[in-house]
């Protein structure tokens, strides 16, 4: 059984930072890609950031560029979500996914944890 665990969020002001880590635990876990997404109240799950296994391609929205960066362990276990410079409107539930076949969905999901930013 594959858990993703999701740890680093909280409260923070505007203009602070946070950096959120996810860990992947289960003998079967292997992924082609992990990636960071967040849901606002009453919007849709959006993607903030992800990258591949080997860590060479990564991808941001454009609301996050040159504010967050994310990165991987060398064991392909943990990735992590810095966050900089941050906005209230950053303020959502962050959940780190992992994709085990390249094309397809994400297949593997954290339970979410809170990042509040205020002003």
């Known amino acids: 059984q594959v858990q993703l665990v999701e740890s680093g969020g909280g409260l923070v002001q505007a203009g602070g930072s946070l950096k959120l880590s996810c860990t992947a635990s289960g003998r079967t876990f292997s992924s082609v890609a992990m990636g960071w997404f967040r849901q606002a109240p009453g919007k849709d799950r959006d993607v903030v950031a992800e990258i591949t296994n080997s860590g060479r391609q990564t991808y941001y929205a454009d609301s996050v560029k040159g504010r967050f960066t994310i990165s991987i362990n060398k064991l392909k276990t943990t990735w992590y979500l810095q966050m900089n410079s941050l906005k209230p409107e950053d303020t959502a539930v962050y959940y780190c996914?992992?994709?085990?076949?390249?094309?397809?969905?994400?297949?593997?999901w954290g339970q979410g944890t809170q990042v509040t930013v205020s002003s």
């Open positions: 996914a992992a994709k085990k076949v390249a094309g397809a969905g994400y297949t593997f």
